[in-house]
């Protein structure tokens, strides 16, 4: 192809890419972007610092003693972890549509302006493209779809700070053009005046309430499963508060291939500590000091359920094999695979009255689905590590 072929084709292109100027909606620009970017920030930020403690949550020893307490803690920041990350789903949408013609700005001449033009573009893109692959991915979690190949946990984790970085750098790029944006009235009084003939076009502040409308619906879909009365109204909520004995099924007996061991007679809860190892019958566990505890599973996927759980304290089977009260407990499942067939107990946790090594739910034997003969449920803790069929207690240096 001959140079000047290359110049008409080139020509041909740039005469069919939009300019900004060829968008002439009213609603985009600067004043919707920044109002709908204020709200985005917040759900963004709510959902990076959620999720932080999420995943602080999960490590097998946490940088800092997390707390024990409010036991619903768990329950209340995995919550907003989802309504955030739902809610930013519409917020996104709207500011992608406001800038949406900035996209075709055209590059300034080579120099120092190109290179601050093209740093700007970097950045967005890392930010949207971060953004829109924390949302997407977030979501078909919560609805356990997982049609990719790579570890959900590792990438979610990595990308947040990818998306929290460039969102910085992007507001303090922006700033003098949101705080210019955010002091100017929503719509110019011209375009609202009462007195003006011809169809009325919708304005900014109708756009804004949609938007507010849309991310509220959204945060209600996703929370309301917890609220009395309104369990109908969560239809994005995965888990709508079915399952034996009214609280859902993660993984079933069957599913962790556990269901024809469960009712062996030779079962023994085996509890190693560092005075000795005791192997404990079910009766031995029933002959123990019962307590009882109201305490929600949590799963990180976003819907939670309470139940009353009564059984051993961990702490008492740790001392009766000489732990003393800095040690940590690993609790293991008689599943033989799957990540989540062990969790570790933190110190501070073993030592709460609450964590407890349940046998019944609800004032019944647990349901099979649930962690017959016996399961972990230990307060402010994600119901990943609430370790079902257990079979082993093992006391370790924290
Ligand atoms: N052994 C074992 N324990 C497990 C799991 C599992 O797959 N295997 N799933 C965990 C997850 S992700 C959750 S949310 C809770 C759910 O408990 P439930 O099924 O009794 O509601 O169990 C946890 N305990
Ligand atoms: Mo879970």
């Known amino acids: 192809m001959s140079g000047r072929t290359l110049t008409g084709v080139a020509a041909r292109l740039e005469a069919r890419i939009p300019h900004t100027e060829s968008f002439t909606s009213e609603l985009r620009g600067p004043r919707t972007a920044a109002r709908v970017g204020v709200w985005l920030g917040v759900a963004l930020s709510v959902a990076f610092v959620t999720g932080l403690y999420s995943h602080a949550s999960q490590l097998a020893t946490p940088p800092v003693a997390l707390p024990t307490a409010p036991a619903r803690l768990y329950q209340v920041t995995q919550g907003l972890h989802v309504a955030a990350g739902t809610a930013a789903v519409p917020l996104l949408l709207v500011k992608l549509w406001s800038v949406f013609p900035r996209l075709f700005v055209r590059p300034p001449r080579p120099g120092r302006e190109l290179a601050l033009h093209l740093l700007e573009r970097i950045s967005i893109a890392l930010l949207v493209g971060a953004a829109i692959f924390q949302l997407v991915t977030g ?20 990308l947040a700070w990818v998306a929290a970085g460039s969102l910085v750098v992007h507001i303090a790029v922006k700033l003098p053009i949101i705080r210019r944006a955010l002091s100017e009235p929503v719509d110019d009084v011209a375009a609202a005046s009462p007195g003006s003939t011809g169809p009325v076009a919708p304005t900014r502040r109708t756009l804004l309430r949609a938007t507010w409308l849309s991310a509220a619906v959204a945060v209600v879909a996703t929370t309301a499963a917890e609220l009395p009365g ?88 740790a001392a009766l094999v000489g732990a003393g009260s800095g040690e940590a407990v690993v609790v293991r499942s008689m599943q033989s695979r799957g990540a989540w067939r062990e969790s570790r107990l933190p110190a501070n946790f073993v030592q709460h009255p609450d964590s407890l090594l349940a046998l019944t739910l609800a004032g019944q034997p647990l349901d099979p689905d649930h ?28």
């Open 371 to 398: 962690g017959y003969p016996c399961r972990l449920i230990a307060p402010a803790r994600p119901g990943v590590l609430q370790t079902k069929w257990v079979h082993e207690l093992e006391v370790v240096p924290a």
């Open 139 to 158: 979501l078909a979690n919560s609805a356990q779809w997982y049609p990719w190949s790579f570890g959900f946990v590792g990438a979610h984790y990595a």
């Open 230 to 317: 309104l369990r109908r109204v969560a239809v994005l909520a995965v888990r709508s508060g079915e399952g034996p004995q009214g609280i859902p099924v993660n993984r079933s007996a069957v599913g962790a291939g556990v269901a024809d061991q469960l009712d062996d007679p030779a079962w023994r809860l085996r509890v190693i500590g560092p005075a000795s190892t005791l192997e404990l019958s079910l009766d031995d566990l029933r002959a123990m000091d019962q307590r009882t505890a109201v305490l929600p599973i949590a799963c990180v996927e976003g819907w939670s359920a309470s139940g009353q759980w009564s059984g051993v304290p961990v702490r008492d089977l």
